[in-house]
């Protein structure tokens, strides 16, 4: 089955203490991308990579990393989590042309106190 | 910056009913997609229109992208409770990255 999967699902931490978020896809799809989501700001991306080794900036990058050592996976790192990255967390992957139909993974729900 | 706007924000209707929610936009777009996202999932794709003017029909819902490439609606026709959920649009341009809107939450009674 053609699926993008993210873990955990659910996560509680606390401020400053590294995590990763972890995105795989089976789809052999050239890019992936990172969300979050946010009530009243809608879905913004963080991070984009258009293949092995190239990732880019998105609209709201600061506080995270990204990396792309295999086509499949695109983990996200949150270094020295904030309260503020409290929020719903999306990873989706398409082919890298035109139009860029995402397919999306089920979320990972975040909680930093 | 490319935004678009989703109107309205929220939805409240009775099983039966018809409706139509729309995303609107100063920019122009090479594309347009529609995603539904249910409570605790990830969007799925619903639908993309590329052509100015094209209208496209998924069973009991209709897409129609504006002839200027600005804008686009769904209709819902005969609405069940099933397709309860948040409706985006996001937009595809010149680059590599999709433009969402903020989405309209439909709610459908039995």
């Known amino acids: 089955e053609a699926q993008v999967t993210q873990n955990p699902r659910y996560l509680i931490t606390v401020t400053g203490k590294k995590l990763t978020v972890t995105c795989s896809q089976n789809?052999?799809?050239?890019?992936m991308s990172w969300y979050r989501q946010d009530p009243g700001l809608g879905l913004r991306q963080i991070y984009y990579?258009?293949?092995?080794?190239?990732?880019d900036k998105g609209d709201v990058p600061e506080g995270y990393k990204v990396s792309r050592k295999e086509k499949r996976n695109f983990p996200l790192i949150l270094e020295s989590p904030s309260p503020n990255q409290t929020s719903l967390y999306f990873c989706?992957?398409?082919?890298?042309?035109?139009?860029?139909?995402?397919?999306f993974g089920p979320g990972t729900r975040l909680t930093v106190t | 910056t490319q935004l678009l706007e989703q109107s309205p924000q929220f939805l409240s209707i009775q099983e039966g009913e018809n409706l139509t929610v729309y995303c609107n936009s100063s920019?122009?777009?090479?594309?347009l997609q529609w995603y539904r996202q249910e409570p605790g999932e990830g969007p799925v794709l619903l639908v993309t229109?590329?052509?100015?003017?094209e209208v496209k029909k998924l069973k009991r819902l209709t897409f129609q992208f504006g002839d200027a490439r600005k804008d686009s609606s769904l209709h819902i026709t005969a609405a069940q409770p099933g397709d309860t959920g948040l409706y985006l649009c996001?937009?595809?341009?010149?680059?590599?990255?999709?433009?969402f809107g903020k989405g309209t939450l439909l709610t459908v009674n039995p």
């Open positions: 996001a937009g595809g341009g010149s680059n590599y990255k999709l433009t």
């Open positions: 920019s122009v777009f090479s594309s």
């Open positions: 990579s258009m293949n092995v080794e190239v990732t």
């Open positions: 989706a992957s398409s082919w890298a042309r035109g139009p860029y139909e995402q397919y």
């Open positions: 229109v590329v052509t100015g003017g």
């Open positions: 789809m052999n799809h050239e890019y």
